[in-house]
């Protein structure tokens, strides 16, 4: 890069820097009491200097000299009140966040690092707003390991800002380490219209999946590495919402309670998991009829469980989970017979049927990979679950599961309850007391 274009990509780097920073300013005047006070007597004292200056002069070369004074008066006291505002903005550490980046040479192609641009604290844990200067996420998130080493804290995770110029960092201290076990806390909210799971704990807080915006999940991991521990979990939490749930685990269901086998609608066979599916797309079809009727009745839009419920709490509808320990078991078709494989190709078309829409009626499908098989999982049932988990996996599995590769570089080979999401977010699974 040219010495002029240098110039001109750091001035307008600078400008859009402090700019955010004029705009977070004014804000902090408007929303901090403290700030506001602070305004007010600058102003105070801005206006009674001007009255002063607005005196009549005694000699003529003041009275030449007064109306440049209150310009020069005036302007100066808005560009100082602008300059206030910006470094009051400008947040503690914003230095030494500069020096560790550029100490890795995290710099875009201007020589400039990425530039503090908020930070909220949580005890010992922050969440850092970082404004870019150019440089890409996946550029940033792919110095994750540097970045730790030159800040000395976790990165618990790496979000989208507020704009394509900020991104959110969520910081750990650099000695803060994942439990070895944590038993699912019995606080745990089990209202029945409450979504959410719960799944671990992060270095930064819990891990929670919300079901109605992310309605299926999927849980992989290789032998040992904690993935039927993870649906145990969600099961029992399912069970004390009052959940209806359908257990398919053709191993026999020996992982699982006994007492759990009835109450979960246990199926150990093929031809069982293709009719409780098929019963399941029945009871799909029936609800968007429901709520089609509740939607006209009422005139408002009824576009999920969420709003039937709301609509028609005389006869409300429960939550579905499908639960499937290992889907190998129903979808790979490598030695069957032709009648088989004409069910799991029934199956496997349930199975998309019910992830493609199963979120607005409130069915949701929480599926369990062991296997590094590209079959394993089909397109059309993967393309509609967005929310991600693997355990320790080689590179083959973590792929078809996160579509990277991230498991097999992040979760030590001999860790257990050990996972990392599709956000990049490494937790520790809980466990139950059976």
């Excluded at 991600?388 to 498991?407: C, P, V």
Aim: net charge positive.
């Amino acid at each position: 890069m040219r010495n002029d274009e240098r110039k001109s990509v750091l001035y307008e780097q600078n400008a859009a820097y402090y700019f955010c920073c004029l705009k977070k300013g004014l804000r902090n005047i408007v929303h901090k009491p403290l700030n506001r006070v602070i305004t007010i007597l600058y102003w105070v004292v801005v206006v009674l200097l001007i009255l002063k200056c607005s005196l009549p002069p005694d000699n003529q070369l003041e009275k030449l000299l007064q109306p440049i004074l209150l310009i020069g008066l005036i302007i100066g006291s808005i560009t100082f009140f602008l300059l206030l505002v910006i470094a009051s903005a400008i947040p503690a550490g914003a230095y030494s966040f500069a020096n560790a980046f550029r100490s890795i040479n995290l710099v875009n192609s201007a020589g400039q690092p990425p530039l503090l641009a908020d930070i909220i604290k949580y005890g010992d844990k922050m969440v850092a707003e970082l404004f870019t200067q150019g440089i890409s996420i996946e550029e940033i998130t792919k110095r994750k390991l540097d970045i730790e080493a030159a800040l000395n804290k976790r990165i618990v995770s790496i979000k989208e800002g507020s704009d394509c110029q900020h991104i959110n960092m969520y910081l750990a201290p650099g000695t803060a380490k994942l439990p070895e076990k944590i038993t699912l806390p019995e606080n745990v909210d089990n209202n029945s219209n409450n979504p959410n799971i719960v799944l671990g704990q992060s270095l930064f807080e819990d891990v929670i999946v919300n079901l109605n915006s992310t309605p299926h999940i999927l849980v992989g991991g290789s032998t040992g590495s904690g993935k039927t521990t993870m649906l145990k979990v969600i099961i029992q939490q399912a069970l004390q919402k009052g959940w209806v749930i359908n257990l398919i685990d053709m191993k026999g269901g020996i992982d699982y309670p006994p007492k759990w086998h009835k109450a979960c609608g246990l199926c150990t066979e093929e031809q069982s998991a293709r009719d409780t599916l098929r019963e399941l797309v029945t009871e799909l079809e029936s609800r968007k009829k429901q709520f089609s009727q509740i939607s006209k009745r009422f005139g408002v839009a009824c576009s999920s469980i969420a709003d039937f419920n709301l609509l028609c709490s005389e006869k409300s509808l429960p939550r579905i989970l499908i639960i499937i320990d290992e889907l190998a078991e129903l979808t790979d078709k490598n030695g069957m017979d032709k009648a088989h494989k004409e069910q799991a190709d029934q199956i496997v078309n349930q199975l998309a049927t019910i992830a493609r829409l199963g979120r607005a009626y409130g069915i949701n499908l929480i599926i369990g990979v062991q296997r590094g098989d590209a079959v394993v999982v089909p397109g059309q049932i993967k393309s509609n679950i967005t929310y991600r988990i693997s355990g320790k996996a080689d590179a083959t599995l973590s792929m078809i599961i996160l579509d990277n590769t991230s498991a097999n570089e992040m979760i030590p080979k001999d860790s257990r309850g050990r996972f990392i999401n599709h956000d990049g977010v490494v937790f520790h699974g809980y466990i139950i007391n059976d």
